[in-house]
């Protein structure tokens, strides 16, 4: 009887698992990126910053070089204090097309709206002053999955790092954008990344701007497209020339900051969209748990289970890391998948203790 329970319990949380893995890898596709000039419209690339100057030393040049006929780059200062103002200034001698933009306020989501309001274009771009784009074809790539009739595209924003929380938190990166990025292809969006993802200035003029969730101070990435999908379908960028990259955080202090941060918003999640953003690790974590209890009734049982779940892990994440052209390590994944419930049941008590919330 234990055994025809645990086999009940365990086949049902691998078809839950499977869920999450099968489902969006076969969504996963290489993207076309558009060839013609004559095309493609002009882009404003906003980025909001706060004492940022070193970050952008280092990666502004790679938008500054982008091989797209025209756009513009708005740099929005939120009260920085570091000479971000004055190296802006002297840049845009250079480069004609950079604009420097002052937040009279304070946050994120006012510096954006700073940011979007200054803006010539119509089409938006956004990323953080800690990414580059993967090539000199990112605006390029994004820009081809435009859609008129559906104008907000999900991008990829992948994490490099070489201490062994920065590759936790590259692993945990790359499984959350398979999920996010392959469910919005099969028509559910439920969430993005600030770092990668473009939409119209119509658009956000239509939701009203950040106004439904301005009281919180992260969410101007999964809370505006959870308000889009009212209204519209995401369309989403997988190509590999159209990915930003940056340092995921080298310790697990500030990836547990940094995870708190972005799981505050979940709260004004759809059920659905709990369950999708949420789901995985759960029944992970539920079914490692009974893969241990089956062990002591029939450990032949409980091994099959885990390699079942384990190849389709595998070749889901391949795929996506393939497409997108992200490193992939097995070794590193096998330790991974076992760490990651423990990372989450200490972000869950962290969260409890801790309600920093602040950009």
Known sequence: MPLIILSSILLLLLLIQALFYILPAFA??????????????????????????????????????????????????????????????????TFPNVKLVGNK?????????????????????????????????????????????????????????NTFAARFSSYDATLIALQYLGFASLGHAYMAVGRNIAYS??????????????????????????????HIR???????????????KETFAKLLRQKSRHVSTSVRYRLADKFLSGGEIVSRTLFFAMAIAMLFVNWKFALAFVIVRLVFVM?????????TKTDFNLFMLLIFDIFAPIFYVALMFYGIFNRETKW
């Open 28 to 93: 996963v596709r290489k993207n076309d990126v558009e060839k013609s000039n004559a095309t493609l419209p002009p882009v404003s690339v906003i980025i909001a910053c706060r004492n940022e100057l070193q970050n952008l030393k280092s990666n502004l040049q790679y938008i500054v070089n982008q091989k797209y006929p025209q756009f513009e780059i708005i740099i929005t200062n939120d009260n920085s204090t570091d000479g971000t103002s004055d190296y802006i200034a002297e840049l845009a001698k």
């Open 105 to 161: 306020e304070s946050g994120k989501k006012s510096a954006l709206s700073c940011g979007i309001r200054a803006a010539t274009y119509e089409h938006l771009i956004f990323t953080d002053a800690d990414c580059r784009p993967a090539t000199e074809h990112w605006i390029n790539g994004i820009m081809s999955q435009f859609d008129a009739e559906n104008p907000l595209v999900l991008g990829y924003g992948e994490l490099s790092g």
């Open 201 to 230: 200035h119509k658009l956000w003029d239509t939701l009203g701007g950040f106004c439904s969730h301005s009281c919180i101070a992260s969410g101007d990435d999964d809370l505006f497209v959870k308000d889009a999908t009212k």
């Open 234 to 248: 995401p369309t989403v960028c997988f190509s590999s020339d159209a990915k930003t990259i940056s340092p995921a």
């Open 315 to 323: 070749l889901s994440l391949a795929k996506f890391c393939i497409t």
